[in-house]
């Protein structure tokens, strides 16, 4: 997905600071000139490497200058000078979707993040667990404005790239097991005589009509949030279920689904070829969290419109329904397994291919 936000990047400058970049345009050009031909495969324009170069700057040398400051064309220079452009350039064709950036950094930096979440965790299964967070994070799961919300998004190339992944690392470890700790009982902390009682546990006079009315709001919100999640799972296509199931249910890992499709056998290399204009050998990660973005999209687009054309409910209503259908997307998902018998491939093939495809 392209960074519309870069088209953005140069108009908010100020005449000043734009008269001191181009003073520096052709130090500017060498350094990108010297990136494309190191990779000449990522696809990054000249203006996206500027954007990336000028949003650096922005940060750096006009954000933490105090008042009105301009930097001189000598300070701008001196920091292009010193930026990690090569790992800049890898970062920002990434951010811009190129799958042969995607395989450049996985051949440089697989192997380090694996190694650091080994180091700082306490058991393989941990590890697993945030090496696929790293890359979710890298990869943004989340869009909005039309910009794909990558943690890349935060490099700058002030520092090593191998630096700045070290803390993303660690971070992603803290959250894991901050998410992984118990939650003290309330009992163990609060005075209130009123908090010991049972969780969930109403009795007399607290049993109100308010309470009532509540739960039977409530009731209807829920059943109108799991039709409608029910039906917007039905109108997906095989593949598009086919992921969703890989995924969600048999809780396998990005890069284990894209084993899976370079599988000859596997019914979603099937369609992937059908798709691709230059059908290729390997998938990488990437491609696989893109498929799944536009399967969110369509899952979100026709929730909103049964809720809407259906049910009739307002806009606050299926936002509502919304926060109940992801607190319950473990037993709302209910996916139909077996379209796929149609492909080809048995049960017992589908469950081997996934062994072969994640080993």
Not at 62 to 75: F, N, Y
Not at 115 to 123: G, K, M, T
Not at 161 to 190: C, M, N, Q
Not at 258 to 285: G, L, N, T
Request: aromatic share 8%; proline share 3%; glycine share 6%.
């Amino acid at each position: 997905m392209t960074d519309k936000s870069a088209r953005l990047v140069t108009k908010s400058l100020s005449p000043e600071l734009l008269s001191n970049l181009s003073a520096c345009d052709a130090e500017l050009n060498a350094i990108y000139d010297g990136c494309v031909a190191a990779h000449p495969d990522f696809g990054l324009t000249a203006a996206e490497f500027r954007d990336g170069v000028i949003r650096a700057i922005n940060k750096y040398l006009v954000d933490l200058k105090t008042g009105s400051t301009v930097p001189s064309a000598r300070e701008i220079s001196r920091f292009i000078g010193e930026l990690q452009d090569h790992d800049l350039y890898l970062v920002l064709a990434c951010t811009q979707g190129s799958e042969h950036a995607w395989w450049e950094f996985d051949r440089q930096y697989r192997s380090f993040i694996e190694r650091w979440a080994r180091h700082l965790v306490r058991s393989g299964v941990d590890a697993d667990e945030v090496i696929d967070a790293v890359y979710v994070e890298l990869f943004g799961t989340r869009v909005s404005g039309g910009v794909r919300q990558s943690k890349f998004r935060t490099y700058t190339g002030r520092g090593t790239l191998r630096g700045w992944l070290r803390a993303v690392i660690f971070h992603t470890v803290v959250d894991l097991y901050r998410v992984r700790k118990p939650e003290v009982p309330l009992e163990d902390w609060s005075g209130n005589d009123e908090a010991r009682e049972p969780h969930g546990r109403l009795t007399g006079p607290r049993v109100t009509e308010e309470t009532m009315l509540s739960k039977v709001v409530s009731d209807r919100y829920r059943t109108a949030a799991a039709a409608a999640l029910d039906q917007s799972l039905a109108t997906l296509d095989d593949h598009e279920t086919l992921l969703l199931l890989y995924y969600h249910v048999e809780g396998l890992k990005l890069r284990e689904i894209a084993r899976i499709v370079e599988e000859p056998r596997s019914p979603i290399r099937r369609w992937f070829q059908r798709q691709s204009k230059r059908p290729a050998s390997r998938v990488h990660e990437s491609t696989v969290m893109r498929w799944l973005e536009k399967v969110y999209q369509k899952v979100s687009d026709r929730f909103h419109a049964e809720l809407a054309d259906k049910h009739g409910l307002n806009a606050a209503e299926i936002e509502i329904c919304r926060t109940i259908a992801t607190e319950d997307s473990t037993q709302g998902l209910r996916l139909d397994r077996g379209g796929f018998g149609n492909e080809g491939l048995s049960e017992k093939e589908r469950t081997t291919l996934q062994v072969e495809g994640a080993s």
